[in-house]
């Protein structure tokens, strides 16, 4: 079987063209080959299936083995890879690809005749109208509910000063800074909120730095594959949130672990764009 490691942002996905490949078990598989030890290494598997409204559909599994309804920076490398494997034609720089959180039109950045950035429709984020509060780490944390497709809960450094009671020291996950954004034990907390009651289909969080209404930072744990390098639905939620509560511009630089990504939110509508970029590492088989 041949694949395709891709990544947006350090968001790395194993893909398998299924136009031309057969996935018997894609949840076992997705288990087996994201081990970053025994396996390629990657944060989970995404089939390119055909679809009856679409040019592709992007079908997601995290590297535990669930599946997930959609993944902003896994759907800019589906249409990174069906432009650049000649699967539309070479004139067009938009493409249409179906998930199970609907279809998504994502406008291509064309460079010496491949994609290298892609801007996404990411539909309508759904933000409560009231902030939550959730206990994880041995303290309360506030958080707003956001649906980008996937589920999501917010947390803004600045209406969690708690946070920096729980902080450790030795931890640099923020890229080996010693800001509180860096030392957040996600490895603790993350799995206390994924699993909480409140969400019994799980949850991504996310925590926000602000650094401007135009500029935050942002550390993600990923329902079924913890502490990813970014998260573009997350990326997506965390603008909504923050435009909607006055926080953020509408238009906001997103520095994730392993990159930048652009989020425009209508406030009027909540239809939100993510830009960033898509990227092949390398291709394979499996024998």
């Not at 992007?58 to 896994?74: P, Q």
């Not at 279809?103 to 010496?112: F, G, W």
């Not at 800001?179 to 996310?206: H, K, Q, W, Y």
């Not at 550390?219 to 390098?229: D, F, I, K, L, P």
């Amino acid at each position: 079987m041949k694949f395709t490691k891709m990544q947006g942002c350090g968001n790395d996905y194993i893909y398998v063209n299924c136009f031309e490949e057969n996935v018997q078990d894609p949840s076992d598989l997705a288990v087996k080959l994201s081990d970053r030890r025994y396996g390629i290494g990657s944060d989970g598997l995404i089939l390119i299936e055909p679809s009856d409204r679409a040019d592709a559909f992007m079908h997601m599994f995290n590297r535990d083995g669930s599946e997930g309804k959609m993944c902003g920076n896994g759907i800019r490398c589906v249409a990174k890879y069906i432009y650049d494997n000649g699967m539309v034609p070479p004139e067009r720089k938009d493409v249409l690809i179906d998930t199970k959180a609907g279809l998504r039109e994502i406008r291509l950045d064309i460079k010496d005749g491949k994609a290298a950035a892609a801007s996404v429709d990411m539909g309508i984020a759904e933000v409560a109208a009231e902030s939550e509060n959730i206990a994880a780490g041995g303290i309360d944390l506030c958080f707003t509910a956001v649906s980008t497709g996937n589920p999501h809960a917010v947390f803004f450094l600045d209406d969690n000063p708690a946070l920096s009671g729980i902080t450790d020291e030795d931890t640099s996950g923020g890229g080996g800074d010693c800001t509180l954004l860096s030392r957040i034990p996600l490895e603790i907390i993350g799995p206390e909120i994924e699993s909480s009651g409140r969400f019994p289909d799980g949850v991504n969080a996310e925590f926000v730095e602000m650094i401007s209404p135009e500029e935050i930072s942002f550390r993600v744990w990923e329902r079924g594959s913890g502490e990813t390098y970014a998260c573009g639905t997350g990326a997506t939620a965390a603008v909504a949130a923050g435009c909607f509560a006055g926080k953020l511009a509408c238009k906001v630089l997103v520095h994730l672990r392993g990159g930048d990504l652009e989020i425009e939110c209508d406030i009027d509508t909540g239809r939100c764009i993510m830009t960033g970029p898509a990227v092949t590492v390398f291709t394979g088989e499996l024998l």
